[in-house]
């Protein structure tokens, strides 16, 4: 059975912190390029981050750029998202998922298994 399991969501004031972890299991995830993706109520499901099975392809919606931070660490089988300087636009349902494919991709078509996604709400 393969599963993605996000977790690190949270409530969080404006310019707070958080991390989100993506876990794989049934599969091994360095044979993956991993995206992360976030939907807020009402708009359309948007790319966020995306690092490839090798780790040196790194792509980053220019609304997130030099806030978050993608990394991986195969040895346990889990990616990251580092979340800083948060503000209430970044407020969302965020997901992880895998792609068989190369390289990062913001097309969601391409992503084979998706977790359930964790709540992330920045608000004071």
């Known amino acids: 059975q393969l599963q993605l399991v996000e977790s690190g969501g949270g409530f969080v ?3 707070g912190s958080l991390r989100l972890s993506c876990a794989a299991s049934g599969f091994t995830l360095d044979y993956y390029t991993i995206g992360w ?3 807020a109520p009402g708009k359309e499901r948007e790319g966020v981050s995306c690092v490839n099975s090798r780790g040196g392809n790194r792509d980053y919606a220019d609304s ?6 993608i990394s991986r660490d195969n040895a ?3 990616v990251y998202l580092q979340m800083n300087s948060l503000n209430t636009e970044d407020t969302a349902v965020y997901y992880c998922a ?3 494919r190369r390289f990062c ?3 969601s078509e391409v992503y084979n ?3 359930q996604g ?3 709400t920045v608000s004071s």
């Open 98 to 100: 895998a792609s068989n």
């Open 37 to 39: 993706f976030r939907q």
């Open 64 to 69: 997130v750029k030099g806030r978050f931070t």
């Open 113 to 115: 298994y998706w977790g």
């Open 105 to 107: 991709t913001s097309s």
């Open 13 to 15: 004031q404006p310019g």
């Open 76 to 78: 346990k089988n889990t």
């Open 118 to 120: 964790t709540q992330v």
